[in-house]
């Protein structure tokens, strides 16, 4: 057996995110030093790829989950989940021929936690964020220069990754960096795990006996159908309640979460919650409401108290990682 390899896996989710956040300071409180520094590799989908580059950057775990929460709303809105048919359709026409909701406030809380300028190449742990590359017709992943042949990722600034990582198809406009196109990773990689494993094996020659991941997710694991929805489901039943977008999220998230099982067994934490079906009608990637905030931070509450002493996560905020050897430096 070598040395200990702590990975940080983060879910996306939206909104929901917030639970992640909520989740993370209180162990960033229990381990008593910045999260980061408990982990060797740090990854991040979406809005856990926000949290993810935050957490590189040494940011306090408390100040991340208070921007996500203060404005919620400004990111995406101030109505409730939508009721019934009427309710339903004008949310489905608010996205119908544009994006829903526009980046600006997004970039604004993405600035204002790690700078506008500052860089990937910048951060002092290592980080991987999943995207689509549009353009190429590719998944992407950004990193930090952790490997000699990781030299252009290192140049491109937080903000914009951030924003790449995050532009979900049809909520935000596709994000572009150096002309090219980017899509939210969620498409391919909404949990991260796998890559994160892939990444210390093959990049960082990381023995499999030697790495222990610490999974989040963000309280969308759990979907089911309804016969009384029929079989005969085009784009409005698929979309109604979000209902495409949950089996996608959630199918992701199990198969990966068998496959780390097996491949990590008592070395792999999933954390995460279940909403019940009455959370489930006032809860979405996108509802920012006060009572949604208050329902997402009780769901973390009770993560966090009833896993706080297991001891394998113990050893994870016990470890602390090695300052990490970059390649490159920005120029």
């Given at each position: 057996?070598?040395?200990?390899?702590?990975?940080?896996?983060?879910s996306?989710?939206g909104?929901?995110?917030?639970?992640?956040?909520?989740?993370?300071?209180?162990?960033?409180?229990?381990?008593?030093?910045?999260?980061?520094?408990c982990?060797?590799l740090?990854?991040?989908?979406?809005?856990g790829?926000?949290?993810?580059?935050?957490?590189?950057?040494?940011?306090?775990?408390?100040?991340?989950?208070e921007?996500?929460?203060?404005?919620?709303?400004?990111?995406?809105?101030d109505?409730?989940?939508p009721?019934?048919?009427?309710?339903?359709?004008?949310?489905?026409w608010?996205?119908?021929?544009?994006?829903?909701?526009?980046?600006?406030?997004?970039?604004?809380?993405?600035?204002?936690?790690?700078g506008?300028?500052?860089?990937?190449?910048?951060?002092?742990?290592r980080?991987?964020?999943?995207?689509?590359?549009?353009?190429?017709?590719?998944?992407?992943?950004?990193?930090?220069?952790?490997?000699?042949?990781?030299?252009?990722?290192?140049?491109?600034?937080?903000?914009?990754?951030?924003?790449?990582?995050?532009?979900?198809?049809?909520?935000?406009?596709?994000?572009?960096?150096?002309?090219?196109?980017?899509?939210?990773?969620?498409?391919?990689?909404?949990?991260?795990?796998?890559?994160?494993?892939?990444?210390?094996?093959?990049?960082?020659g990381?023995?499999?006996?030697?790495i222990?991941?610490?999974?989040?997710?963000?309280?969308?694991?759990?979907?089911?159908?309804?016969?009384?929805?029929?079989?005969?489901?085009?784009?409005w039943g698929?979309?109604?309640?979000?209902?495409?977008?949950?089996?996608?999220?959630?199918?992701?998230?199990?198969?990966?979460?068998?496959?780390m099982?097996?491949?990590l067994?008592?070395?792999?934490?999933?954390?995460d919650?279940?909403?019940?079906?009455?959370?489930?009608?006032?809860?979405?990637?996108d509802i920012?409401?006060?009572?949604a905030?208050?329902?997402i931070?009780?769901?973390?509450?009770?993560?966090?108290?009833?896993?706080?002493?297991?001891?394998?996560?113990?050893?994870?905020?016990?470890?602390?990682?090695?300052?990490?050897?970059?390649?490159?430096?920005?120029?």
């Amino acid at each position: 057996m070598g040395e200990r390899f702590n990975i940080l896996s983060l879910s996306g989710g939206g909104f929901l995110g917030l639970y992640s956040a909520t989740l993370l300071t209180g162990l960033e409180d229990a381990a008593g030093t910045p999260l980061a520094r408990c982990f060797d590799l740090l990854a991040g989908t979406s809005v856990g790829g926000i949290i993810a580059l935050g957490l590189a950057a040494e940011k306090p775990v408390a100040k991340i989950e208070e921007a996500i929460a203060s404005n919620g709303i400004a990111i995406f809105s101030d109505r409730p989940s939508p009721s019934g048919g009427i309710g339903s359709a004008l949310d489905f026409w608010r996205s119908f021929r544009k994006p829903k909701y526009q980046a600006d406030a997004l970039r604004s809380v993405i600035e204002s936690l790690v700078g506008a300028k500052t860089k990937i190449g910048d951060l002092p742990h290592r980080v991987i964020v999943p995207a689509v590359n549009l353009t190429k017709g590719l998944p992407q992943l950004f990193k930090t220069p952790h490997h000699p042949s990781f030299k252009t990722d290192l140049h491109l600034r937080v903000v914009d990754v951030a924003l790449a990582t995050a532009a979900a198809p049809t909520y935000f406009p596709i994000a572009e960096i150096d002309d090219a196109l980017f899509a939210d990773g969620g498409l391919y990689a909404n949990s991260p795990d796998l890559l994160a494993v892939h990444e210390a094996e093959h990049f960082l020659g990381q023995r499999i006996d030697d790495i222990h991941l610490l999974s989040i997710g963000t309280t969308t694991a759990q979907f089911s159908f309804a016969h009384a929805h029929g079989r005969q489901l085009g784009i409005w039943g698929w979309s109604r309640d979000q209902r495409l977008v949950n089996v996608i999220i959630a199918s992701q998230q199990h198969s990966v979460n068998y496959m780390m099982c097996h491949r990590l067994a008592d070395r792999y934490i999933r954390l995460d919650a279940i909403q019940s079906k009455e959370q489930e009608r006032h809860l979405a990637l996108d509802i920012a409401t006060e009572a949604a905030q208050k329902t997402i931070r009780g769901l973390a509450s009770a993560t966090l108290q009833s896993s706080i002493n297991i001891p394998l996560l113990q050893h994870f905020l016990a470890h602390r990682a090695p300052p990490p050897a970059f390649h490159h430096k920005v120029r």
